[in-house]
């Protein structure tokens, strides 16, 4: 306790001091941006600058080293070959964008598409019926993979480990092994290759799958920017424990993320089979890898929160035009794949330096 006869000081002891006292102004260090900061801050704010940069560049120089390649036909298959992989990378791109991964992509696109040409080819009911049947169970298949890792509360990467082995064993128990013919399809549901046919557009063959790539990045871009949903996905990816303290359903956003997800696969499963006219249990083996390539490549962390669906696209693109120029520039294979190889691990490393510029 104080004392109570101490003296007390008043107001006027203080003011008497006041003119001693420090008058210097606060002051802080400048902070002075370089170039290369502000050009990190630019591309993490714009991630599908790079991939469009580099995409640029690629096309440039094989135009110079293979004349060949600037040709619309040349071009065109391209966009051709890189379809199926473009649709798998956009399911794969809302996964990723909430921290996660899907291992079962490829398996969910081919069994899909077996299920459409069991019933549209062999048990005769009509194509779009079949066709609906196949996305029903692809958004199925998907709702399994988010339940396993919300309600279990179990790694991704372990969770579509898993499924993905189990789908790849359902698909060759459901197919018997057995494919269906180009010829059957034709015959029988010919709906079912839709997307194969192709159209003149500036002396340049283009498919109806590569519009349906197009048209189908420009609608989930507009999902997950301008929807309430979309906001979901990026804040979820972001930070989880955040968003669910904001009020964020982050179990139902993840079920509901990768149930899209396998809707989206199973529409990739009708253009392939339009794209390659047949059905086959054993096809498209190197979509999970190829999805993955074009959606890390077109600069989406993989530690979620960050991407876009053109820059996963402009990555299919890019792996599509690297193809595609080596091997007209008479470039053996092993050595498409050693680059493709190259462009993750650079993009990976540019993906953790425009990380560091938020820190």
């Known amino acids: 306790?104080?004392?109570?006869?101490?003296?007390?000081?008043?107001?006027?002891?203080?003011e008497a001091k006041l003119d001693k006292a420090d008058t210097s102004v606060a002051s802080f260090e400048a902070d002075d941006r370089?170039?290369?900061?502000?050009?990190?801050?630019f591309l993490r704010s714009t991630p599908t600058t790079v991939p469009a940069l580099i995409l640029i560049v690629?096309?440039?120089?094989?135009?110079?080293?293979?004349?060949?390649?600037?040709?619309?036909?040349?071009?065109?298959?391209?966009?051709?070959?890189?379809?199926?992989t473009g649709i798998i990378a956009i399911a794969q791109t809302t996964i990723i964008l909430t921290a996660g991964i899907d291992l079962s992509v490829g398996a969910i696109l081919v069994l899909t598409s077996l299920i459409m040409g069991?019933?549209?080819?062999?048990?005769?009911?009509?194509?779009?019926i079949g066709i609906m049947v196949g996305i029903f169970f692809g958004g199925l298949m998907g709702f399994l993979n988010g339940s396993l890792v919300t309600v279990w509360r179990l790694p991704p990467f372990i969770v579509t480990l898993g499924t993905l082995s189990i789908f790849s064993a359902l698909k060759?128990?459901?197919?018997?092994?057995?494919?269906?013919?180009?010829?059957?399809?034709?015959?029988?549901?010919?709906?079912?290759?839709?997307f194969g046919q192709t159209f003149n557009f500036m002396g340049a063959q283009v498919t109806y799958g590569g519009i349906a790539l197009i048209v189908l990045a420009i609608v989930v871009w507009y999902i997950?920017?301008?929807?309430?949903?979309?906001?979901?996905?990026?804040?979820?990816?972001?930070?989880?424990?955040?968003?669910?303290?904001?009020?964020?359903?982050?179990?139902?956003?993840?079920?509901?993320?990768?149930?899209?997800?396998?809707?989206?696969?199973?529409?990739?499963?009708?253009?392939?089979?339009?794209?390659?006219?047949?059905?086959?249990?054993?096809?498209?083996?190197?979509?999970n890898l190829?999805?993955?390539?074009?959606?890390?490549?077109?600069?989406?962390?993989?530690?979620?929160?960050?991407?876009?669906?053109?820059?996963?696209?402009?990555?299919?693109?890019i792996v599509g035009v690297f193809n595609t120029g080596l091997t007209l520039a008479g470039v053996d294979d092993y050595w498409q794949?050693?680059?493709?190889?190259?462009?993750?691990?650079?993009?990976?490393?540019?993906?953790?330096?425009l990380r560091r510029a938020a820190q």
């Open 118 to 128: 069991k019933l549209s080819v062999v048990t005769g009911i009509p194509a779009p």
């Open 337 to 353: 794949t050693f680059t493709v190889g190259i462009l993750v691990i650079v993009a990976v490393a540019i993906d953790q330096w």
């Open 172 to 194: 060759l128990w459901y197919s018997q092994s057995e494919s269906i013919r180009a010829s059957d399809i034709e015959a029988n549901a010919p709906f079912l290759i839709y």
């Open 1 to 14: 306790m104080s004392d109570p006869t101490a003296p007390t000081k008043t107001i006027s002891d203080f």
């Open 34 to 41: 370089t170039l290369l900061h502000i050009v990190r801050g």
């Open 290 to 317: 190829d999805s993955i390539t074009a959606t890390v490549i077109g600069g989406t962390s993989l530690f979620g929160g960050r991407g876009s669906i053109a820059g996963s696209v402009l990555g299919a693109l």
């Open 224 to 287: 997950l920017s301008h929807t309430a949903w979309g906001s979901h996905v990026h804040a979820v990816g972001d930070d989880p424990d955040a968003a669910l303290l904001a009020g964020i359903q982050v179990n139902r956003v993840l079920i509901s993320v990768y149930a899209f997800a396998g809707v989206i696969c199973a529409f990739g499963g009708w253009v392939a089979i339009g794209r390659v006219g047949s059905v086959s249990p054993i096809g498209f083996e190197t979509t």
């Open 58 to 84: 690629s096309v440039v120089f094989f135009g110079l080293i293979a004349p060949n390649f600037m040709k619309a036909s040349s071009l065109s298959l391209v966009l051709q070959q890189v379809t199926v």
